[in-house]
């Protein structure tokens, strides 16, 4: 399975790569139906654990890429970022990362002054992660 932390990502992938109908979702399900046959092929790879490790540190320095677009002047754009990196490090947890940031973001253009840079969706996804936190961890 797929988290939807997960699926989110691939649609605005594939949003940001010009797709603009379902037929790039269509695609996608088709190309993963696809692999379901190389599933035999690859699973005497699993014993091979050190195999994978490269390509895991490869797509992490790929990720990391994206760090250079962080705006380090503005106090309220970094630090949710850095909390959603560290978050996602420590809890090895995709969506734990994602909902400390979409916390912390809006607290700080709050606590800056900066509260007309927020949207009613903003606070609402928010308000929604809060929960999240304030009402235990689902994982």
Not at 74 to 91: H, K, Q, R, S, Y
Request: one cysteine or more.
């Amino acid at each position: 399975g797929t988290s939807t932390s997960g699926a989110y990502i691939e649609s605005a992938t594939g949003i940001s790569a010009g797709a603009r109908t379902g037929l790039a979702a269509i695609v996608t399900a088709a190309l993963f139906a696809v692999s379901l046959f190389f599933i035999p092929l690859i699973e005497p790879l699993q014993q091979l654990r050190f195999a994978y490790g490269p390509a895991l540190i490869a797509v992490g320095v790929l990720m990391t890429g994206s760090v250079r677009r962080i705006d380090f002047d503005d106090l309220t754009e970094w630090v949710p970022a850095f909390v959603t990196i560290v978050m996602m490090l420590f809890t090895y947890n995709i969506a734990n990362g994602l909902t400390a940031g979409l916390v912390v973001h809006p607290v700080l253009k709050l606590a800056s002054g900066r509260a007309r840079e927020l949207n009613a969706g903003m606070i609402v996804l928010a308000l929604l992660c809060a929960a999240y936190y304030l009402f235990g961890l689902p994982h």
